[in-house]
């Protein structure tokens, strides 16, 4: 009896190492990242510095973003690499008249805000106009606790079929934010 | 780009230095474009299918940087699990597989890293894909690019 305890025992210590990620910091290069098995996370709690709303104003014209952490996220229910990943809302009013919203925070694959790190106070972002359907990538870089600048651009490379809109681009592409 | 009227059989383009730099291999928009060729039946024989990128390296006032890349569909089912899932959304293809510390791919790196992480990415990501490095003077000499086990890039000439 005690050897099947001892023996269930030691099947299950093992069965919980297995199934254990290894935790790389989000410092981590990609080629320190290796196997299938992994934990990419926030470990020093960096996302901290961006996390929160964050607005641009001038005049009844404003642009104001909402992000929010997510842990240990996967992008499928068989993988077993996870990340933690900052994703986020926007609303754009111009000239008190709202342009453009997104009103809910939504993880992969819904997202339509996400910031990446890159350094702990550079961010790249993906952001899709909810109105003309259109992408652009960018920077966000914290230049005091409390002051970014937000600069967007199009997307690099050829761009067949899905997202081509005549209606332009109608969220700001360059301007310095405010935390809230 | 509107989808072409029909069905083709390769696709070659060009990147080029708009001032920001220039991407030395396929770029996230490129795999998107590549999806929806598919996904909308624009691809004659995916089996025969070749997507060509020739780049001017970030160098542009020398031809020692530019790049030649082709990718293949070796494995329908996978590169339609690896699109369904990472290919549908420009945004989703460039922050999550390329400006991502996991597997960063960008104009502010050099050639080298960005060729040996494309090919991972793709590799990892079980995208049925094949990557080949061509010969920069000529379409005749290509060479096939895989990651080994130990994570270092392998390469098998074509010729």
């Known amino acids: 009896m005690k050897k099947l305890i001892l023996f269930t025992t030691v099947f299950v210590v093992m069965l919980s190492c297995s199934a254990q990620s290894i935790v790389y910091d989000i410092t981590a290069s990609p080629e320190q990242i290796v196997g299938d098995n992994y934990y990419i996370k926030d470990v020093n709690n960096q996302f901290s510095s961006v996390v929160g709303t964050w607005k641009w104003q001038d005049g009844i014209s404003y642009f104001e973003i909402t992000l929010q952490k997510f842990e240990m996220e996967s992008y499928s229910s068989s993988s077993t690499k996870y990340y933690d990943h900052i994703y986020g809302k926007y609303k754009y009013v111009e000239n008190g008249v709202v342009i453009a919203e997104v009103s809910q925070i939504n993880p992969f694959p819904n997202f339509k805000l996400v910031f990446s790190f890159d350094t702990p106070t550079k961010y790249i972002i993906g952001i899709n106009d909810v109105v003309s359907g259109k992408n652009k990538k960018g920077y966000f870089i914290i230049i005091s606790p409390n002051t970014a600048t937000l600069e967007l651009k199009d997307i690099e490379g050829v761009n067949i079929g899905g997202y081509n809109s005549i209606i332009p681009f109608s969220l700001p592409t360059s301007v310095t934010l405010t935390k809230q | ?159």
């Open chain 2, 1 to 159: 780009m509107p989808l072409p009227n029909t069905k083709v059989d390769s696709f070659i383009h060009n990147h080029f230095n708009n001032g920001n730099g220039t991407l030395s291999v396929f770029s996230g928009s490129d795999l998107y474009s590549l999806y929806e060729l598919y996904i909308n039946d624009k691809i004659k024989d995916l089996s025969k299918f070749v997507m060509v990128v020739t780049t001017p390296g970030n160098n542009i006032s020398s031809t020692d940087d530019d790049t030649l890349y082709a990718i293949t569909i070796n494995n329908g089912t996978e590169f339609a699990a690896f699109g369904e899932k990472y290919l549908t959304d420009p945004n989703i293809v460039d922050i999550i597989l390329y400006n991502n510390k996991r597997n960063y791919i960008s104009s502010n790196i050099s050639n080298e890293l960005n060729e040996e992480r494309f090919v991972r990415m793709l590799q990892k990501n079980n995208s049925g894909m094949s990557v080949y490095r061509g010969d920069r003077t000529n379409l005749n000499s290509w060479t096939k690019l895989s990651i080994r086990n130990n994570y270092t890039l392998k390469e098998v000439n074509c010729n």
